[in-house]
Nanobody
């Protein structure tokens, strides 16, 4: 059973850098043909797909968010990360990691990130 767990700061100040980590258990992030995504849900809004990192290490971002986010991975820890610099309050959301791209079969529980001074 694949499990994903998000971790990171619950509160970030404006202009700071947001870093979230997704730890995967029950499967390797380098296993062929699996993709690992980040998704967010701002308060009162729908889910928004941010991007993925593939088993190969290739990365793809949503065109509307490409310039703001950065995805990377640490294969030795079986983790992948999401980073966003110079955050603003509009970044406030619940952030999820999941396996897949358009079809997401395993999800983390999500972590709330609030940007506030």
């Amino acid at each position: 059973q694949v499990q994903l767990q998000e971790s990171g700061p619950g509160l970030v100040k404006p202009s700071q850098t947001l870093s979230l980590t997704c730890t995967v258990s029950g499967g390797s992030i380098t296993t062929n043909y699996y993709y690992w995504s980040w998704i967010r849900q701002p308060p009162g809004k729908g889910l928004e797909w941010i991007g993925y990192i593939a088993y190969s290490g290739s990365i793809y971002y949503s065109p509307s968010l490409k310039s703001r986010f950065s995805i990377s991975r640490d294969t030795s820890k079986n983790q992948f990360t999401l980073q966003l610099t110079s955050v603003t309050p509009e970044v406030t959301a619940v952030y999820y990691c999941a396996r897949g791209t358009t079809m997401l079969d395993y999800w983390g529980k999500g972590t709330l990130v609030t940007v506030s001074s």
